[in-house]
């Protein structure tokens, strides 16, 4: 089975650029805010296909990336005490933000990896490779 990717970012060039670099790799969805996130992962929970890789921006309209992050782990949790198979999804942080509290703030809401924009393709690809989402 292909892997699955949900990006989520409200600025639509930020994700069709990381789609671009996704899509030869496996299906990508694309969320807007963290509402539209959260829907959506509980959504693949329910249909037994949860997403492989998110990548999640912090700056978003109505709910922001670290309150998203903790809500998608919580939906994972609930998921995992009705069925021991349940996987997570490897979750990176893509963000213009760069400071310490916000990327300790991240990898407390267990976030498996931060990347700061502008993304390098190279960048990108070494951070999901190091995360065994993608093939080296």
Known sequence: MMPKFLIVDDEPTNSLLLKKYLEKYGECDLAENGQEAIDAVRHSFDV?????????????????????LKEIRMIEEESAQSD???????????????DIKTVFESYNNLCDGYLTKPITKN???ETLTKLEVIPS
């Open 48 to 68: 037994c296909d949860p997403y492989d890789l998110i990548c999640l921006d912090i700056m978003m309209p109505i709910i922001d990336g670290n309150d998203t």
């Open 84 to 98: 021991l198979s349940t996987k997570v999804s490897k979750i990176v942080m893509v963000t213009a933000l760069s």
């Open 123 to 125: 960048k990108f690809i």
